[in-house]
C-alpha cells in the first residue's frame, strides 16, 4: 500500500492503463522503505566491504610469503651448491656427498613446484642431481684435498660445518630428514670440526718445526693438546692425543736444546759463572786448609 507521508519512500514505476485512450502512462507512486530495510542495507555493505579487504590482506599476504619463500630457498640452493663444491676432500666422504646432493635435490624440488614459470636451468639441474641420487653410496667425490695450514683457511672450514649444521637443522625442521638422520649428521658435523682442529693444529706445529722454530711448534701442539683433553667425550681421540702429546715432547726437547749452553759458547755470562765457581772452590780450600 502506498501513502504520501513524510516519511522514508522511494519513488518506484508504476504502468497505468487507461480505458478511455488506450494508452499506457507511467505513475510515479512513492513505496514505504522501512528503517529494518535501511539498516540491513547498510550493515550488508558494511560486511561487503570487510569481506573485500579480508581478501585482499590475505591474497597480499601469500605474495609476500611466495617471494620470502623464494628467496629462502635459492639462499639454501646456492649453500648446498657451495658446500658440495667447495668442502675439503680429505673431510668429504661419499655418505656426505650423498647428503648433500639429497639435500641440494630437496630444495630445487621446492623451487620448482613454487615457481609459476618453466626454469629450464632449475630443471637441468634436478635431472642431475637425481642421477648422483641414483648412485647410492657409490657416488664419485671429486673434492680436491685443501690442507688446513692458516688460521684463516681454518676459519673457513669452520664456516662451511656451521652452514652444514644449519642446513641439516633445517631439513630436518621441514620434515625432508628424519630426527634420527638429522642427530647422526649433527654427531658427525661435530666429529669432523674435531678433526679440523686436529689437522690444524698438527700442521702448524710441523710447519714450525720445519722452519726451525721449535717455540713455535711447542705453542701449536700444547694448544692442540688443551683442545682434545677438553672435549666432551675425550675417549674417541685417545690415539690423536698420544700423537699430539708425542709431538709436544719432541717439540719441547727441541726448545730446550736450544736455550741450553754449549761448551763452546763463550760469552760475559757464562765467563761470570765460571768466575764465581773459581772464586767458591779458592774460598773452600783456604778454609779447610
Known amino acids: ?28 507512486e512513492a513505496c514505504t522503505v522501512t528503517p529494518l530495510i535501511i539498516t540491513l542495507m547498510v550493515v550488508t555493505g558494511i560486511v561487503l566491504l570487510i569481506a573485500v579487504g579480508y581478501l585482499n590482506h590475505v591474497a597480499e599476504a601469500k605474495k609476500v610469503e611466495r617471494a620470502r619463500t623464494l628467496v629462502e630457498l635459492n639462499d639454501r640452493l646456492r649453500r648446498c651448491g657451495e658446500l658440495s663444491e667447495t668442502f675439503p676432500g680429505q673431510l668429504m666422504t661419499p655418505a656426505l656427498k650423498l647428503l648433500l646432493v639429497r639435500l641440494e635435490l630437496n630444495v630445487v624440488k621446492r623451487l620448482i613446484a613454487l615457481e609459476r614459470r618453466n626454469n629450464p636451468g632449475i630443471q637441468e639441474r634436478e635431472t642431475e642431481l637425481e642421477a648422483l641420487v641414483a648412485q647410492g653410496d657409490n657416488i664419485k667425490v671429486n673434492n680436491p684435498v685443501s690442507p688446513i695450514q692458516t688460521e684463516a683457511k681454518a676459519k673457513d672450514v669452520r664456516f662451511l660445518l656451521e652452514a652444514m649444521h644449519g642446513q641439516v637443522t633445517r631439513a630436518a625442521h ?39 722454530q721449535p717455540g713455535q711448534a711447542r705453542l701449536a701442539f700444547e694448544r692442540g693438546v688443551q683442545y682434545l683433553k677438553n672435549q666432551a667425550e675425550p675417549a674417541p681421540w685417545k690415539t690423536h692425543l698420544q700423537a699430539m702429546e708425542r709431538q709436544l715432547a719432541r717439540a719441547n726437547a727441541m726448545v730446550l736444546d736450544t736455550i741450553a749452553p754449549t761448551e763452546d759458547d763463550h760469552n760475559e755470562l757464562t765467563e761470570g759463572l765460571k768466575a764465581d765457581e773459581s772464586d767458591a772452590q779458592w774460598k773452600k780450600k783456604a778454609i779447610y786448609d
Not at 3 to 27: G, K, M, N, Q
Not at 179 to 203: G, P, Q, S
Open 174 to 212: 621441514d620434515g625432508f630428514l628424519q630426527t634420527a638422520e638429522a642427530k647422526h649428521w649433527i654427531r658427525e658435523i661435530r666429529n669432523m670440526l674435531v678433526l679440523l682442529h686436529i689437522e690444524f693444529f698438527n700442521n702448524l706445529g710441523t710447519q714450525a718445526l720445519n722452519q726451525d
Open 1 to 28: 500500500m502506498c501513502l504520501y507521508r513524510d516519511i522514508p519512500t522511494t519513488t518506484l514505476p508504476v504502468l497505468v492503463h487507461s480505458h478511455y485512450t488506450r494508452r499506457t502512462f507511467t505513475r510515479i
